[in-house]
């Protein structure tokens, strides 16, 4: 009998996981639905010419603007840089973020203090080190790496440090009892434990990295990438350019919640079984 | 009713003594833990340190293959004793030897604890946390395939090797952490109560499979619980340990067959027995304390031979 009630709980298994790979149709008919009223919109306040054109073009000519800048590849090699510096900026926050943060576990009277500076400096807002990355670096592409690097950086610490100190101490003991020790604990245990608080603070981190990396390109004049689009669409009044960077920076965040975090949180969940209350 | 007990020949005693102290593959000598704490909480407005002695000089001996079961009321220091030779809590008093090596320098593997719960790590498959100890250990993938396949097939949960941890059910838990511990191939299994959080029948499941289990693998195994039946059903000796005393009250050598049963009626009162016998640990103004001593000698021994003629 208990074999049985084994198979059936095991099709279930199979069953929910199948379930979820399934693309939902009518979610995919809603979100076109929203976007064509979006448009809609958008073209009928344009031709109540309220604005000039100027200030307001018409979905047709953003589109068109669009495809120009896909042309003559200003918009691809602006994506580019912006994701280089994104990665590059976001890699540092991570490598110097955990290491911190383990640094602040392993010594405990640092971890305090340093805590508490690096909640109030979680909340600063980004655009505010701007000034001081031009005075002490400079207007260049290291000036809005610092940006990036200290909006983001105390999230990654933050999170590392208290994900690794929530750890169940059970875990560790059971650990420790079966021979872990030194690396092999972390690599085994102390990571993949603190991973759903890792997680949710890498997401908060990328995020503000996200809105440092936009408001340094533009204050800090880089050459190239998303933000300095917007730069030359406001000097030149450009506007379909600005909406068109504007919507690309809109798409890729879209894309980094939605495939990239959320994929990851998903897992994280269905392994742990986070997401149980939700399902049903 | 005439006694159950009947107490052993002093000949026989002894000899059972030194062929335990020869093959002991866990001997405690005179086991000591105090517990400092402070009590800032009195009118002198002073710090007062409070000792606390949670085990007193306790002797014990168990032989390769014994299964030892520990009752006890709480606070008796049973979680103690396990944390000690977990080699969890090394803040004691007094010698352990692990198959004749003092703890210090035994290999941590040796003495395996399998917790009350929760316990298993939920980010790895049922599979990956069987595995855990042996992936410590760097043995190659081939090698800890047939380990796992072998100990999983044991707690019979072979279907559920890809499973998570929260899909699975509190008896199935249970069963992953002892194979778990298993793979190690430790020389002595320490269970901390680990049936004390599953219903009554997952319980008496569990209680065959570990029979089985310990009939295969003849493992030494020591069990803590605060169930006196459980402890009958399963152990060939148990002890009642008592916080009056800091450590071993009584030992109660059950001289039951096995393979046992479970529904073998001699456990029921064997159980009131040993309940009759430990009376006073478990009543609060009891001043009959006075049957302590702290030796590893079992005062009475129970066989099913001497109870059926009774």
Redesign the interface.
Known sequence: M?DTT??S??QS?KRSASAKKRIDFNDIANIALFIAVFVGIWQFVFLLEIWPKVSMPSPAMVAGSFVGLLRDLTLITSIGMTMYRLVIGFGISIAIGVVSGLAMVKFPGFGKTMSSFAVGLQSFPSVAWIPFAILLIGLNDFGILFVVVMSSIFSVMMSTYSGIGNI?P??I????????KGF?LFR??MI??A?PSLLVGLKQAWSFAWHALIGAEILIAASIGLGHILLIGREFQLMDQIITSMITIFAIGLLFDRVVFSKLEDR?R????LN?GIEH | MATFIVCILASIEVQRTTNLEEKAVLKLNNISKVYHGSNSNNNSGFQVLIENIVLDNLNLQIKQGEFITIVGPSGCGKSTLLNIL???DTSYRGEIFVDGRPISESI??D???I?QE??L????TVYENIE??L???NLSRDKRREIVMHYIDMV?LT??AH?????LSGGMKQRVAIA?ALV?NPKILLMDEPFAALDVQTRR?LYDQLLQIHQKTKKTILFVTHNINEAVALGDRVIVMSPKVAGIKKEFVIELPRPRQLDYPLINSITKEIIEESRDLYLSNSSSANNSNNSTRPEHVLTAATISTN
């Open positions: 208990q084994q198979n709980q095991q298994f169940p059970i875990y003991r059971a650990a420790r009892n079966m021979g872990a092999s085994h245990v993949p434990a991973t994280v269905d392994r742990w079984g149980q | 977990a080699g969890i941590i593997t003495h395996i604890v917790f929760g316990a790590f939920p980010w790895l855990f100890g992936k410590i250990a019979q279907n559920f499973a998570f941890v929260h899909q778990r190690l499941v």
